[in-house]
């Protein structure tokens, strides 16, 4: 088992474990950390894989988060079997709409769109009554998740909902590695490199990365679905640029083209975050605790170009492909 | 004489203000090695993009089994059947040399949007890859990263590539440039293979390439087309002497 395998193996096994400690703060915490590691992942298909560098994925996140605080009734549980595929089909709706209409530009052009729609959706949001303006809404009832009238999972308790997350986060794992791996996985990396190329091989650009887009967008639906299920409200700030950055962030901290790099990422940035704040630690300065994760960040970038994922590779041996030797 | 597959027609490319193709017409057949010569910014380069899609034409026009392709995709030319390689060597890098004309091949998929399959797991695909690898001789180094192999294996894996997805007619610039005399020597070898089932046009400036290889010989000179004809009417052609063969001998001697 290569050394990047038994790390990840021995993670997992870390969080299957770590509820046993019986720590609600934690629980919580990582459920938050394994919604954000899948929003994460949703993304590093379009930066890391198929080399489109979105700074509007908030949208899509938000956009779920909003859709399932509003269609839920108030007084009693949505079904999770009817809202989950609806508020995912919203978000690859919205996807694609956008998507039809940035990837006509490329590179910084490409950049500037995707924020620009995120930032439309983000004032539609704040600004009118929809929903419930800058002080969002409240989703007092989580939704039932129910097999046959019984209910094996009480998104309310925060156990199960850690274990549903954790799940969920694995099945999308496992859903992009083996959508990576067949052919339109393998044509996005290509279209990644060398674009000229692929459609000079007979590859037509636009359906690919349209269809990544897509794909990036529903899963950041999920994300967004669960988020808005753990904090039961959501405010215009899921839709923010600050949170399309951050997600970017977590990307480049854990390292981008591997999936396992955005889990890396996700939990990294968070549980930094609550390090530089912690007051027990730093007193005063707590309170100034972005500076403390920037300064990491920036040392990441300089001295791990590959990420905190990188870290496990030096240990492998390399299969890196050597610049020519003619 | 075969009738030829792709037929160019008064090919104009404008720039701004500078027209790098001046009404440019050619042909090529299968079995037909059709070599472009010409002194540097004589606009070979531009008509290989033009030719493939990468460029619009500004005026012209290009058919394809008497089909009007002018305004075609590069992507869309190359499922008709134009295969081409690039002057920079344009291979998958991380990818070995397998997975790069798998990728090639697999464009010929009829079913691209099916997501859970593994990309390795088509065995028609696969088996493509290999062939166009053999094609080559660099079925050897089916496992070797592409960024690994030499310069001239990788200009060969190009063409593997481009064979991989199964063109009629191959637009090949500059194929030998960079390349030791055992490497072109070998190259020019393996394009007479090719040449027997398909067509190829070819920029080259490596003259003892072109005449050992070329079935007809096109000149340029700044945009258009000077002469055209069999090697040898085209070696003796005062005109293209004067121009371009001729100072080149100069040069050299």
């Known amino acids: ?326 | 004489m075969p009738e030829p597959v792709l037929k160019a027609n008064g090919l104009t490319k404008r720039f701004g203000g500078l027209t790098a193709l001046n009404d440019v017409s050619l042909q090529l057949a299968p079995g037909e090695v059709h070599a472009l010569i010409g002194p540097n910014g004589a606009g070979k380069s531009t008509l290989i993009n033009v030719l493939s899609g990468d460029l619009p034409p500004s005026a012209g026009s290009i058919r394809f089994h008497g089909l009007e392709i002018a305004r075609y995709s590069p992507d869309q030319r190359s499922r008709l059947g134009i295969g081409r390689t690039y002057q920079q060597t344009n291979v998958f890098a991380a990818f070995d040399a397998l997975e790069n004309c798998r990728l090639a091949a697999q464009s010929r998929e009829p079913h691209p949007f099916n997501l859970f399959r593994r990309a390795d797991s088509y065995r028609s695909v696969t088996e493509a890859a290999k062939k166009a690898l053999a094609a080559v001789g660099l079925d050897h180094r089916a496992t070797t990263v592409a960024g690994a192999l030499s310069h001239g294996e990788q200009r060969q894996l190009e063409i593997a590539m481009s064979l991989a997805t199964e063109p009629q007619v191959l637009l090949l610039d500059e194929p030998i440039a960079g390349m030791g005399a055992e490497e072109s020597a070998h190259m020019i070898r393996l394009l007479r293979r090719i040449a027997q089932g398909h067509g190829v046009l070819l920029v080259e400036h490596d003259m003892d390439a072109v005449f050992a290889l070329a079935t007809v010989l096109t000149v340029m000179v700044n945009g258009c087309v000077l002469a055209s004809g069999p090697p040898e009417e085209i070696r003796s052609n005062p005109e293209v002497q004067r121009a371009y063969l001729g100072s080149a001998e100069n040069a050299d001697g």
């Not at chain 1, 998740?145 to 909902?161: D, Q, R, T, W």
């Not at chain 1, 000079?200 to 636009?206: C, D, Q, V």
């Not at chain 1, 889990?263 to 007051?279: D, M, N, R, T, W």
């Open chain 1, 1 to 326: 088992m290569s050394v990047t395998r038994a790390t990840l193996v021995a993670g997992l096994i870390c969080l299957l474990l770590a509820p046993l400690t019986g720590a609600t703060f934690y629980i919580q915490l990582f459920s938050k950390i394994m919604i954000l590691a899948i929003f994460a992942m949703s993304l590093d298909l379009l930066v890391g894989y198929t080399g489109l560098v979105s700074l509007g994925h908030a949208a899509y996140f938000g956009a779920a988060g909003y859709a399932i605080a509003l269609i839920s009734p108030k007084y009693h549980a949505a079904n999770l079997w009817l809202t989950l595929p609806l508020v995912m089909l919203i978000s690859a709706a919205l996807a694609l709409l956008i998507g039809l209409l940035v990837l006509r530009a490329a590179g910084v052009y490409f950049i500037m769109v995707t924020l620009a729609f995120a930032q439309m959706l983000y004032y539609l949001f704040h600004d009118t009554k929809l929903g419930g303006g800058s002080d969002g809404i409240y989703l007092y009832v989580k939704p039932e998740l129910s097999v046959a009238g019984i209910k094996p999972v009480n998104l309310e308790n925060p156990l199960h909902f850690y274990y549903f997350v954790l799940a969920l986060m694995l099945a999308v794992y496992f859903l992009l590695r083996t959508i990576l791996a067949s052919p339109f996985g393998r044509a996005l990396v290509g279209l990644k490199v060398n674009e000229q190329r692929m459609r000079s091989l007979g590859f037509p650009a636009a359906p690919y990365k349209l269809g990544a887009f897509v794909l990036a967008g529903t899963l950041a639906g999920l994300a967004g679905y669960l988020a808005a299920c753990q904090f039961g409200f959501v405010n215009p700030e899921i839709l923010s640029w600050h949170y399309s950055g951050s997600v970017l962030m977590m990307l480049i901290l854990g390292g981008m083209g591997r999936l396992y790099g955005a889990v890396i990422g996700a939990f990294a940035f968070v549980l930094l975050q609550e390090f530089f704040a912690s007051q027990a630690i730093f007193g005063a300065l707590a309170k100034h605790w972005q500076l403390g994760v920037g300064v990491f960040i920036v040392l990441v970038v300089l001295l791990l170009p590959k990420g905190l994922a990188g870290l496990l590779e030096p240990l492998e041996k390399r299969r890196e492909p050597r610049t020519g030797d003619a």
